[in-house]
């Protein structure tokens, strides 16, 4: 079955550093990849998507690119913020079948800790 | 505007009660979906709706485990006889179309449950 791996955490960085949280994924048919973000205290937001293969999204200096190749979607950002401190999960959405309904299925989260 | 509301927010269940979880989604969301997430984990899919009706019912877990959403709008989640293992945050989520798979989830705060 359809599966979304990313790196486990916590990561904890400084202020201002570069960030990548991996993730790979397997999918029989050719999905949707999304990123989506869980700040202290609230619900899960959507941070950014691409829909099909070389897509770039990006949002609050977030991005990430769909790359069948490697069945990857890499989360980076070149500084981050200590506002940027929350959970972040990948997941994906595939469009094998009509039935499929875009039910997402999620990695397991990583926790990204950024300090002053 | 008003977002996915999900209430109660907290739940505290004897083992063997039965709960009911309300989701309020976005107004005019036709699609509608339930996740489970336990503890350091991320959501896995309970349900789908469209409008009223219960398209996917794959990811409940048991048959304790019953959704509906009878006026295309405010769905519930119902478990029975509640066990240890259902203790968990259920996220519900809701978009604007019939769920395809490019489509952006817009989740609810959770209903966090605990079972002693």
């Known amino acids: 079955g359809d599966s979304v791996t990313q790196m486990e955490g916590p990561v904890t960085l400084s202020e201002e550093a570069f960030l990548t949280i991996n993730c790979t994924y397997t999918?029989?048919?050719?999905?949707?990849l999304f990123w989506y973000v869980q700040y202290p205290g609230e619900g899960l937001q959507l941070l950014l998507k691409?829909?099909?293969?070389?897509d770039k999204g990006s949002n609050k200096g977030f991005e990430a690119t769909y790359r069948k190749e490697t069945t990857s979607f890499h989360l980076e950002k070149g500084s981050v913020q200590v506002s940027d401190s929350a959970v972040y999960f990948c997941?994906?959405?595939?469009?094998?079948?009509?039935?499929?309904?875009?039910?997402?299925?999620f990695g397991a989260g990583t926790q990204v800790v950024v300090t002053p | 505007g008003a977002g996915v509301s999900q209430s109660p927010r907290y739940k505290v269940a004897k083992r063997g009660q039965d709960v009911a979880l309300r989701c309020d989604p976005i107004?005019?969301?036709?699609?509608l979906f339930w996740y489970q997430q336990a503890l350091g984990q991320g959501p896995e899919f309970l349900t789908y709706?469209?409008?009223?009706?219960?398209?996917?019912k794959s990811g409940l877990p048991s048959d304790r485990f019953f959704a509906e959403r009878p006026e295309g709008s405010v769905s519930t989640l119902k478990i029975q006889r509640t066990q240890q293992e259902d203790s968990a945050v259920y996220l519900c989520?809701?978009?604007?179309?019939?769920?395809?798979?490019?489509?952006?989830?817009?989740f609810g705060p959770g209903t966090r449950l605990l079972v002693l």
């Open positions: 997941a994906l959405s595939d469009r094998r079948t009509t039935d499929s309904w875009g039910k997402l299925q």
């Open positions: 999918a029989t048919g050719y999905p949707s």
């Open positions: 989520a809701s978009s604007t179309s019939v769920g395809g798979p490019w489509e952006t989830q817009y």
């Open positions: 107004s005019g969301h036709v699609s």
């Open positions: 691409a829909t099909k293969a070389d």
């Open positions: 709706f469209q409008n009223e009706a219960q398209l996917d």
